[in-house]
C-alpha cells in the first residue's frame, strides 16, 4: 500500500472513497437486520431466477392464447434476456454513483411493475413490451445482488453468503419448470406473472428498512458509455444467435456493428478511471482470471443444459416428463455443494477450490458424452448429479474471488462484470449448441457434451493459475466502528 509521501492522487481519492463505504457500512450488518437483509436478497432473486425458468416452460401456451407464432413468440423469452444484458453494466456503475440499495429497489420496483403489465397483457407486442420493462428490473436486481452481499456479511462469512445465494438460485431454476407446470394446471398463464407482484411489494417493504445504505461517488454517468454498451451487447448477442440459426448472411451484419460499437466503447472506456465496462478491474489479474473462468464454465454448462433435453427425448426416447425429472439432480447437487465451498472459500483459495470442482464437472460432462440407447435413468442421474455437484463446488469460490479482488467502491462494478459473464458464457454455450445442431442434428449431443467436457478442463487450467496470484483468504476480526448509515431495523 502506497504511504502518503508517495501515493498519487488517484491513489489518495480511491483509498478516501473506499474509507467512506466502509465507515457506512463497516463490516457488514449487525444481527437481525443482516437476516432481514438476506431474506430481502433472496427474494428479489428468486422472482427473476424463476420468471426465466417459468416462461421457457409456458411458451408454447403462451403463443397459442395469443394466437401467435412460435417463431415470433419466442421474443417473449428473448426481449428479457437481452434487456437483462444490455443493462448489467450501465445500472452497476449506477449503483456504484448513487448508491446500491436506491439501484436495487428501483430494479425490484420495475421488475414488480412489469410482472403486473404481463399479467394484465392480451397481445403479443403488449407482452413482449412487459418482459422488457421485467427485464430491465431484473438488471437491477442482478447487478447489484453481489454489491449487497458484499456489504450485508461480514467479511469472514463473505464465502457462505455467497454460497447461500448459489444455492437459493439453483432451487429457483430447480422449481421453475414445477411452478409453471402445477399453475398452468389450474389457471390460465396470466397467473404465472402475476404471482409475482405481492412477492414484490413484500421484498420492496423488507429492502426498504433492512438493505445495506452505501454512500455513492460524485461522478457523473457517463450515458454515451451506456448506450455504446447497449449497442455492442444487444447487436454481438442476437447476430450470434441469428448466425447459429439461419446461417452466417442473416447475423454478420449485426456481428459487425456490434464489434464497431465495442471497439469505440472500449477506446473511450480505456482511458477513464472508474469506466462503465470495468476495464480498471480487468487489469487485475486475480480479477480477469476469475471472468474468465467464469465465462468458459458457464459456456460448458450451457452447452449441456441446451442439448441433453433434446438428446434424451429423440435419441434416448424419454419423454418430455421424465426429461424433466433427469435435468432435476444437476441443479439439486449444486444446491448441496455450493454452501459447503462457500463455507471453504472463506479460508481456502478460489483457485484451489475451483480447479477441484471444475475438475469434477468436466469429469461428468465426458462421462455424459459417453451416454447411448439403452442407457437406465440412474446412469443418467449420477451423471447428472457429478456435472452439478463440480459445478457447484467452483462457482461460490470463483464469485469471491471477484467480487473481493475489487475496491469497496467499485462492488458495484464488480457485480456487473460477476452478472455479464454469467451471461456471455451462457449465450456462448446456448450458441455453440445450436451450431452443433444445425451441422448434425440431435446426433451431435454427444460430441458437443464432449466439447463443454474440454472447456470445463480449459477453466480448470484457467483457476489453477490463480493459485500464485492470491494469498489464502483468512478471516478478518469484525470491524467495532458504529455503522453511521444503517437505518431502522426491523
Not at 130 to 146: E, F
Not at 220 to 236: H, I, P, Y
Not at 255 to 265: D, E, Q, S, T, Y
Request: glycine share 10%; hydrophobic share 55%; with cysteine.
Amino acid at each position: 500500500m502506497p504511504t502518503a509521501a508517495n501515493a498519487t492522487p488517484a491513489q489518495i481519492a480511491r483509498e478516501d472513497t473506499d474509507a467512506h463505504a466502509a465507515s457506512a457500512t463497516p463490516d457488514g450488518l449487525p444481527v437481525p437486520r443482516r437476516y432481514w437483509s438476506v431474506a430481502a436478497i433472496w427474494l428479489a432473486m428468486t422472482m427473476s431466477v424463476l420468471d426465466g425458468a417459468i416462461a421457457n416452460v409456458a411458451l408454447p401456451t403462451i403463443a397459442h392464447e395469443l394466437n401467435a407464432t412460435a417463431a415470433s413468440s419466442i421474443w417473449i423469452v428473448n426481449a428479457y434476456q437481452l434487456a437483462i444484458t444490455v443493462t448489467l453494466l450501465p445500472l452497476a456503475a449506477l449503483g456504484d454513483r448513487l448508491g446500491y440499495r436506491r439501484v436495487y429497489m428501483a430494479g425490484l420496483l420495475v421488475f414488480t411493475l412489469g410482472s403486473l403489465g404481463c399479467a394484465l397483457s392480451h397481445s403479443l407486442a403488449s407482452l413482449t413490451a412487459a418482459r422488457v420493462l421485467q427485464g430491465l428490473g431484473a438488471g437491477g436486481i442482478m447487478s447489484i445482488n453481489a454489491a449487497l452481499v458484499r456489504f450485508t456479511y461480514p467479511k469472514k462469512f463473505l464465502g457462505r453468503g455467497i454460497g447461500l445465494n448459489a444455492l437459493v438460485i439453483s432451487i429457483s431454476a430447480a422449481l421453475g419448470p414445477t411452478i409453471a407446470a402445477a399453475i398452468l394446471a389450474r389457471a390460465s398463464w396470466e397467473w404465472l406473472f402475476a404471482i409475482n407482484v405481492p412477492i414484490g411489494v413484500l421484498a420492496l417493504a423488507i429492502a426498504a428498512r433492512a438493505l445495506p445504505t452505501t454512500v455513492g461517488s460524485d461522478r457523473r454517468f457517463d450515458w454515451l458509455s451506456a448506450l455504446l454498451n447497449a449497442v455492442t451487447f444487444g447487436f454481438l448477442i442476437t447476430g450470434a444467435e441469428s448466425m447459429a440459426r439461419e446461417g452466417l448472411a442473416s447475423g454478420a451484419w449485426k456481428l459487425a456493428i456490434g464489434l464497431a460499437a465495442g471497439a469505440v466503447l472500449a477506446r473511450r472506456e480505456l482511458r477513464m478511471e472508474a469506466p462503465l465496462v470495468p476495464f480498471d478491474l480487468l487489469k487485475l489479474p486475480i480479477f480477469g482470471l476469475s471472468i474468465l473462468t467464469s465465462i468458459i464454465s458457464f459456456a460448458a454448462q450451457m452447452l449441456a443444459y441446451v442439448g441433453l433435453p433434446f438428446y434424451f427425448q429423440t435419441e434416448l426416447g424419454r419423454s418430455a416428463v421424465v426429461t424433466g425429472l433427469l435435468m432435476t439432480p444437476w441443479p439439486i447437487a449444486v444446491g448441496i455443494s455450493a454452501p459447503l465451498a462457500g463455507r471453504l472459500a472463506d479460508r481456502h483459495r478460489a483457485g484451489t477450490l475451483g480447479g477441484i470442482g471444475l475438475s469434477v464437472f468436466a469429469a461428468g460432462l465426458f462421462a455424459l458424452s459417453l451416454l447411448r440407447p439403452g442407457v437406465s435413468n440412474l446412469d443418467i442421474a449420477w451423471r447428472m448429479a457429478l456435472c452439478g455437484l463440480g459445478f457447484g463446488f467452483f462457482q461460490a469460490p470463483n464469485n469471491r474471488a471477484m467480487v473481493t479482488a475489487a475496491p469497496m467502491h467499485r462492488s458495484g462494478a464488480a457485480g456487473g462484470a460477476l452478472a455479464t459473464a454469467r451471461l456471455l458464457g451462457q449465450t456462448s454455450g446456448a450458441v455453440t449448441t445450436a451450431v452443433f445442431f444445425h451441422l448434425a442434428g440431435t446426433k451431435a449431443a454427444p460430441a458437443a457434451l464432449a466439447a463443454a467436457g474440454g472447456l470445463a478442463v480449459f477453466a480448470v487450467l484457467a483457476s489453477l493459475s490463480r493459485l500464485k496470484l492470491a494469498p489464502r483468504p483468512r478471516p478478518e476480526p469484525l470491524d467495532r466502528a458504529v455503522n453511521t448509515a444503517s437505518g431502522p431495523t426491523p
